[in-house]
T-cell receptor, first 115, second 117 residues
Framework: KNQVEQSPQSLIILEGKNCTLQ??????????LRWYKQDTGRGPVSLTI?????NTKSNGRYTATLDADTKQSSLHITASQLSDSASYIC??????????????FGQGTILTVHP | DAGVIQSPRHEVTEMGQEVTLRCKPI?????LFWYRQTMMRGLELLIY????????DSGMPEDRFSAKMPNASFSTLKIQPSEPRDSAVYFC???????????????FGPGTRLLVL
């Protein structure tokens, strides 16, 4: 059964500090992995999308890494800001050929940044 | 572009009533997705459309749920009859390609918060 496990479930850090969120998956065959940021009361917003051949991708202060061999991904946030407080969701897509690949969602990591 | 538009933003109804959620995707996007999010189960894909045609509805929980997309700019998700366990936030998202494409990004609407009493 395809699974996506995220850790930690929640994290509290001080403004300006760095942090790393983890995502382990068992989805196969693999197509791509996405990280979403979801602010409270809003829809998820895409941060990064990585395919099998990509090891790292950045979006501003967000840097995602992917190790397709160990089926692990991480999202690193540099110099955190109060606005980074949100839920971060890892989503892994199965390869569907010419069709849409089935998605498996992680439960998310809730990040709280304190001043 | 205004982004994905959903209505209503909040809905409170009594068990047994019919509920209709509405979505307007981003113009030009040919994929539309309906999701449900709860604390217990997280985010779940219910159904998706491609060019107004339902492609995969395997995530729809049961026959009480139905979705339609009569044209490229409008979709509905209907629950009849509603039950308390349907209480959740329902998101609509749209994209211009398949999940297999690295360029494809899904854009989510603000969601409809449904409470069934």
């Amino acid at each position: 059964k395809n699974q996506v496990e995220q850790s930690p479930q929640s994290l509290i850090i001080l403004e300006g500090k760095n942090c790393t969120l983890q995502c382990n998956y068992t989805v196969s065959p693999f197509s791509n992995l996405r990280w979403y940021k979801q602010d409270t009361g809003r829809g998820p917003v895409s941060l990064t999308i990585m395919t099998f051949s990509e090891n790292t991708k950045s979006n501003g202060r967000y840097t995602a890494t992917l190790d397709a061999d160990t089926k692990q991904s991480s999202l690193h946030i540099t110099a955190s800001q109060l606005s980074d407080s949100a839920s971060y969701i890892c989503v892994v897509s199965e390869w569907g050929g010419t069709s849409y690949g089935k998605l498996t969602f992680g439960q998310g990591t809730i990040l709280t940044v304190h001043p | 572009d205004a982004g994905v538009i959903q209505s209503p933003r909040h809905e409170v109804t009594e068990m047994g009533q019919e509920v209709t959620l509405r979505c307007k995707p981003i113009s030009g996007h040919d994929y539309l997705f309906w999701y449900r999010q709860t604390m217990m189960r997280g985010l779940e894909l219910l159904i998706y459309f491609n060019n107004n045609v339902p492609i995969d509805d395997s995530g729809m929980p049961e026959d009480r749920f139905s979705a339609k997309m009569p044209n490229a700019s409008f979709s509905t998700l209907k629950i009849q009859p509603s039950e308390p366990r349907d209480s959740a936030v329902y998101f609509c998202a749209s994209s211009s390609g398949t999940s297999g494409s690295p360029q494809e990004t899904q854009y989510f609407g603000p969601g409809t918060r449904l409470l069934v009493l």
